[in-house]
């Protein structure tokens, strides 16, 4: 009997008090585990720890979600525009994405989890679209119904995935993706031009999508996710998607 891949996603870090003063928090929206569980997946959330060694050689596939802000290296000019994330949640999802690349698990980066995979391979970013980018349409939408287009790129592996062309997506960020470098490709933008997608194709699946498929339902949503449930189910040298039979 196969059993299900285990996907590991770590959580939110509330390090300032905000669900309650004087305590930290460790936090997760239910609905990356609720989509990762409708594709045919096992979610397992991982708190943050010193070693992430023992956490990668348990998981099939990693899922980065949705989280605070990344801080531009000059102190912003309205503080008040950023909730940042902090740097132990930075510092642990940066060194669980690390590890899984190096041991070429699938990743998908979710909004945040997409600009963390931009980050590694150098990415620079527009730390506010409004600022940086006036010219740009909204991209902080209504959760339930805000939408706006964008176009995926022929030859990719999103393409592959939904089609290419235009879709429609949710949008619920103030920050993006700028630029790409090296090897790491972008796979959608938005009409203004803005990223909305990247991924790197040296790796079996390392994917970033700028909006949230998580809490869109649909046939796009279901493909990305039963996509990454699928690529996290095929055994690697050293993996565990078979650990019984």
């Not at 990415?123 to 940086?132: G, I, M, W």
């Amino acid at each position: 009997m196969r059993v299900n891949p285990l996907i590991g996603i770590p959580l939110c870090h509330d390090a300032n008090g905000r669900i309650r003063a004087g305590r930290e928090y460790l936090y997760s929206d239910i609905a990356y585990a609720r989509a990762i569980e409708r594709a045919g997946g096992t979610p397992i959330h991982l708190p943050i720890q010193q070693e992430t060694t023992a956490l990668l050689e348990r998981i099939d596939g990693l899922l980065l979600p949705g989280g605070d802000d990344f801080l531009p290296d000059e102190p912003p000019r309205v503080p008040d525009l950023f909730t940042p994330a902090s740097d132990t949640q930075i510092a642990f999802d940066a060194a669980l994405l690390e590890a899984a690349l190096a041991r070429d698990l699938p990743v998908l980066g979710i909004c945040y989890g997409a600009q963390l995979i931009g980050r590694a391979f150098g990415a620079s970013f527009y730390y506010h679209l409004p600022d940086e980018r006036p010219d740009a349409i909204d991209h902080q939408l209504d959760e339930r119904e805000g939408r706006h287009a964008i176009h995926i790129d022929e030859a990719t592996r999103l393409a592959s995935i939904v089609g290419e062309g235009m879709h429609e997506v949710n949008s619920l960020h103030h920050q993006a993706i700028s630029q790409v470098e090296g090897s790491l490709c972008v796979s959608a933008r938005a009409p203004d031009g803005v990223i909305e997608a990247i991924e790197h194709p040296a790796h079996r699946f390392c994917l970033g999508v700028q909006w949230h498929p998580e809490k869109a339902s649909g046939a796009d949503s279901d493909a990305l996710f039963d996509a990454f449930v699928t690529a996290s189910t095929t055994s690697q040298p050293g993996g565990n998607s078979q650990r019984a039979s």
